[in-house]
């Protein structure tokens, strides 16, 4: 059963346009909502990451808005630049027992391409 | 070292040969992962190592898979008995103790079953 749900597959932005990918997460006791970044041939890197306490974090250009009733949240990248395009995934996660983390439960992740 | 390192980078083995991958984790981080990416696929959580042990074998797919961590650091991920099915990506990630800090991954070892 797939826990976190992300859409779309794929996706073209035009440059300078917004960038939009969308997660659905089942289990409420997820706490921790993290987007990595991933370019070919390299291990995914942390871009930003929320907590259920806050709708929505900015750093830059990027933008996660957060529904906790809803049980989604969303990535935005605004001003998309062809140095974007990547495959990008959210995750959630769940604090472990004495405080440590469990693993992550990523989406199938989002190939974004920004056109020039 | 700087960053997250694993070993090999690409391993191409014969089915029902054994294999062996490598992570070494960055220096002071207690927390350290292993994740297997298939093509087209999401990453799929295998197992996680808080210090020398773990608490979450979960995700390990089949008993042909185990790992261990010796001295809170180095890791080795050990496939039995290699299928076709398991080609992909095993990338490993490491973080300090606290469930919120940043997981920084390595780059994958790309495993070939042939």
């Known amino acids: 059963q797939q826990q976190v749900k992300q859409s779309p597959q794929s996706l073209i932005v035009q440059k300078g346009g917004i960038s939009i990918i969308n997660c659905a997460y089942e289990n409420t006791a997820f706490d921790y909502f993290p987007w990595y970044q991933q370019f070919p041939g390299k291990g995914p890197a942390l871009l930003i990451a929320?907590?259920?306490?806050?709708s929505e974090k900015k750093e830059g250009r990027f933008t996660i808005s957060f529904n906790k009733s809803a049980k989604q949240f969303s990535l935005h990248i605004m001003d998309s630049q062809p140095g974007d395009s990547a495959t990008y995934f959210c995750?959630?996660?769940?604090?472990?027992?004495?405080?440590?983390?469990?693993?992550?439960?990523f989406g199938k992740g989002t190939h974004l391409i920004i056109q020039p | 070292g700087a960053g997250v390192s694993q070993s090999p980078s690409n391993k191409v083995t014969e089915k029902g040969k054994d294999v062996e991958l490598r992570c070494d984790p960055i220096s002071g981080h207690t927390a350290l992962y292993w994740y297997r990416q298939s093509l087209g696929q999401g990453l799929e959580f295998l197992i996680y190592f808080q210090g020398n042990s773990a608490p979450d074998k979960s995700g390990l797919p089949s008993d042909r898979f185990s790992a261990e961590r010796t001295g809170g650091s180095v890791s080795t991920l050990t496939i039995q008995r290699t299928q076709q099915e398991d080609s992909a990506v095993y990338l490993c990630?490491?973080?300090?103790?606290?469930?919120?800090?940043?997981?920084?991954f390595g780059q994958g070892t790309r495993l070939t079953v042939v």
């Open positions: 990630a490491s973080s300090f103790f606290n469930y919120d800090t940043e997981a920084f």
């Open positions: 929320i907590r259920p306490d806050v």
């Open positions: 995750a959630a996660s769940i604090e472990g027992v004495g405080g440590g983390a469990d693993g992550l439960t």
